[in-house]
């Protein structure tokens, strides 16, 4: 199967592209490991597979719409004290299609 046409019927089976797809399963990884809270903010960017701290911190605050220092300190907060699982369904990263219109 050609690269193109992976990415035509990966798209239409899951509605995004293969590399958005897997973004977006890196900051939810980046986000469940932040509120474990045991690692910097660098280590979070390389354990989920970024090679560039600005990278991970620009794509992480377009998801989240948070940076990922804010989030951290949201977590330390309190501001994310619920099951896990609620957490990262509350708190999953919107793509920008997905945000409605006004």
């Given amino acids: 199967m050609s690269a193109g046409h992976l990415n035509r019927q990966f798209r239409s089976a899951f509605g995004e592209s293969p590399y958005s797809y897997l973004m977006t399963r890196r900051i939810e990884r980046a986000m469940a490991l932040i509120r ?13 597979g970024f090679s560039s701290l600005g990278s991970f911190s620009t794509r992480f605050s377009e998801l989240v719409g948070l940076s990922p220092t804010r989030y951290r300190d949201g977590v330390a907060a309190g501001e ?6 609620v957490v990262k369904i509350a708190l999953r990263p919107v793509r920008n299609r997905e945000v409605p219109s006004s």
């Fill in 80 to 85: 994310h004290r619920l099951p896990t699982i």
């Fill in 36 to 48: 474990r809270g045991d690692l910097t903010i660098t280590e979070f960017c390389f354990t989920v």
